[in-house]
């Protein structure tokens, strides 16, 4: 079964850093486009980050840029997102995404969805 | 580019239709050709599952009941007859550009 799996989640204070993980499992990573998504509970989705099968980075939020970092690795079937300099409103669920594409252009479509690491951001 | 869904709730008698729109403030038109619009359901207590891709094709697995239209800026996501298991937050979302963005979401309840 195709799945991907967070973790690294956990309580932090603010100015701190944290990694996260993303471990694919049923499938290869190399081929596929991988994103990060956050949300606080009981609010919407923001889309964090997101890397082409490559390692090409896509692009980040706003509100994140220039303090995460996301990147993979393919042989290892691990993607990651490095978060320094944490502020409180970072606190969310983080959740792991797979494109059934290389994560440009087609095919394109999130299709994976792990069920999320917590990150709160407290002192 | 900024996405804004209406309604922000929906409920609706079982075995009725539900429409939702999704406007972009851009348009989500890929230079392939094709519309980076995409809807997603998070259902209770779980994480989003895609339910159509590129404006109007269904991900696997979704009932024939959910469908995709639209074009440019003006997207809907129908459900033909609506069942109590598709009580959720229905988001879009475009993908045509970074940072992709979602709606607001919009809560289907159950009648």
């Known amino acids: 079964e195709v799945q991907v799996e967070e973790s690294g989640g956990g309580l932090v204070q603010p100015g701190r850093s944290l990694r996260l993980s993303c471990a694919a499992s049923g499938f290869t990573l190399d081929n596929y486009g991988m994103h990060w998504v956050r949300q606080v509970p009981g609010k919407g989705l923001e889309w964090v980050s997101g890397?082409?099968?490559?390692?090409?980075?896509?692009g980040y939020a706003d509100s994140v840029k220039g303090r995460f970092t996301i990147s993979r690795d393919n042989a290892k079937n691990y993607v990651y997102l490095q978060m320094n300099s944490l502020r409180v409103e970072d606190m969310a669920l983080y959740y792991c995404?797979?494109?059934?594409?290389?994560?440009?252009?087609?095919?394109?479509?999130?299709?994976?969805w792990g069920q999320g690491t917590a990150v709160i951001v407290s002192s | 580019i900024v996405m804004t869904q209406s309604p922000l709730s929906l409920p609706v008698t079982p075995g009725e239709p539900a429409s939702i729109s999704c406007r972009s403030s851009?348009?989500?038109?890929?230079?392939?050709?094709?519309?980076?619009l995409d809807w997603f359901v998070q259902k209770p207590g779980q994480s989003p599952q895609l339910l159509i891709y590129l404006g109007s094709d269904r991900a696997s697995g979704v009932p024939d009941r959910f469908s995709g239209s639209g074009s440019g800026t003006n997207f809907t996501l129908k459900i033909s007859r609506v069942e109590a298991e598709d009580v959720g937050v229905y988001y879009c979302m475009q993908a045509v550009q970074t940072p992709y963005t979602f709606g607001q979401g919009t809560k289907l309840e159950i009648k």
């Open positions: 851009q348009s989500l038109v890929h230079s392939h050709g094709y519309s980076f």
């Open positions: 995404v797979k494109d059934i594409g290389s994560g440009l252009g087609i095919p394109h479509g999130w299709g994976v």
């Open positions: 890397i082409t099968w490559n390692s090409d980075v896509l």
